[in-house]
């Protein structure tokens, strides 16, 4: 799976572990559990273990993005 990572992946995860956020569920999530009868205090910990799988995913990649920038250097495509 992690060699399946290309930068559009790379920067998917990025953004989805941005915005799981283990301290503070969404206003919309929060509304959700507790209709479907589900403890703040479990919430919290499926977002924790979430936001932890989600950065140890991006940090075990194959890709860098490093990479990227160092192409882009070489074409002048940056300052």
Not at 35 to 59: A, C, T
Request: charge should be negative.
């Amino acid at each position: 799976m992690l060699k399946d990572i290309n930068k559009n992946r790379y920067n998917a995860l990025c953004l989805v572990a941005d915005h799981i956020c283990p301290s503070e569920p969404s206003r919309e999530m929060r509304l959700d559990a507790i209709i479907r009868d589900v403890p703040d205090e479990d919430l919290r910990w499926v977002l924790g273990r979430l936001h932890y799988f989600l950065l140890k995913i991006i940090e075990d990649s194959d890709y860098d993005p490093a990479e990227d920038i160092e192409n882009l250097d070489s074409i002048g495509l940056t300052d």
